[in-house]
């Protein structure tokens, strides 16, 4: 195993990358500038020589280039082991995530400086950092990630090569149904069904090695690779918002279930305290 340098001090994001940040959270996408391109923690070999000291269950990767709208299901393999994919990720038209990789204390002691700069930030506006996770994305030239959405407030730094990232309103039920949400927090998949004319609604951010962009919780996106190999590192955490937000859609689920109303989820899910307490004693009681 190599043996790396500890961080450095050095900030990961400038001010103006704060300021810009502190503008959008929560609610809205935005592009931010990072200092980790170079990092010698984030090159193929490094990730490769991680991917080898990580659990199977968690790393995921499959061919790259896929329908917007593909069911989990239907995601083919490409035929590879991970050591394959990660080394020869240039030629083989894949695409892969390694999860949780703050596990690795090396890879934990990059999250928290990272995150630790936008905490306060984050404080003010949704309260403390909650269950903090990064994830490190390697992607073949002209790759595709399909149209889909994920539990956690997110930022995403381009390392390497180039991609969109195609960033559509949270909250539209038209893009996410209310049946769809209440499953995806039941445990169902991230991915979301795609109707062309959905295009128009999102918004398309080019990323750069140096860049990065703040994607709210459950904005739906999609990914479109560059001509070259991608390497993306996902810093994220949950928030009380969050949280709450899952929670009141479990409750939905539940009342669904009964043919009773559902709730109205607002803006600020946090402060439906009662409905939240609700579902915990439902929850309890095996409702």
Do not use: C
Not at 15 to 31: I, N, T
Not at 88 to 115: C, F, H, M
Not at 218 to 240: C, D, M, Q
Not at 266 to 282: F, H, N, S, W
């Amino acid at each position: 195993m190599t043996a790396y340098k500890p961080i450095t001090a050095a900030r990961t994001f400038p001010g103006s990358a704060r300021d810009d940040f502190a503008r959008a959270y929560p609610d809205q996408p935005a592009k931010l500038h990072h200092a980790l391109t170079g990092h010698e923690l984030l090159t193929i070999p490094a990730i490769a020589e991680l991917a080898e000291r990580m659990p199977a269950s968690r790393v995921e990767y499959n061919l790259g280039k896929l329908p917007l709208g593909i069911r989990a299901e239907d995601t083919p393999s490409n035929g590879l082991t991970l050591d394959e994919t990660i080394r020869t990720i240039e030629t083989n038209g894949s695409w892969a995530v390694l999860k949780n990789v703050e596990r690795d204390p090396a890879y934990g002691a990059l999250l928290d400086q990272a995150l630790e700069e936008l905490a306060p930030l984050v404080a003010r506006a949704t309260g403390p950092m909650l269950n903090r996770e990064a994830f490190l994305f390697l992607t073949s030239p002209g790759s595709v990630t399909p149209f889909h959405m994920d539990p956690e407030h997110n930022i995403l730094l381009q390392i390497m090569g180039e991609k969109v990232m195609n960033v559509f309103p949270a909250g539209d039920e038209e893009l996410v149904p209310a049946i769809k949400s209440e499953s995806f927090h039941a445990g169902g998949h991230r991915n979301l069904e795609w109707r062309e004319h959905f295009r128009g609604r999102g918004t398309a951010f080019t990323l750069r090695p140096g860049e990065a962009i703040h994607v709210p919780v459950k904005a739906p996106h999609f990914v479109e690779n560059g001509p070259a190999v991608s390497i993306s590192l996902s810093v994220t955490w949950r928030s009380e918002r969050s949280v709450a937000e899952s929670e009141l859609h479990g409750l939905n689920a539940l009342l669904r279930r009964r043919g009773l109303p559902v709730t109205r989820i607002g803006t600020q899910p946090e402060r439906q305290r009662a409905r939240r307490l609700a579902y915990r004693v439902m929850r309890k009681l095996g409702a």
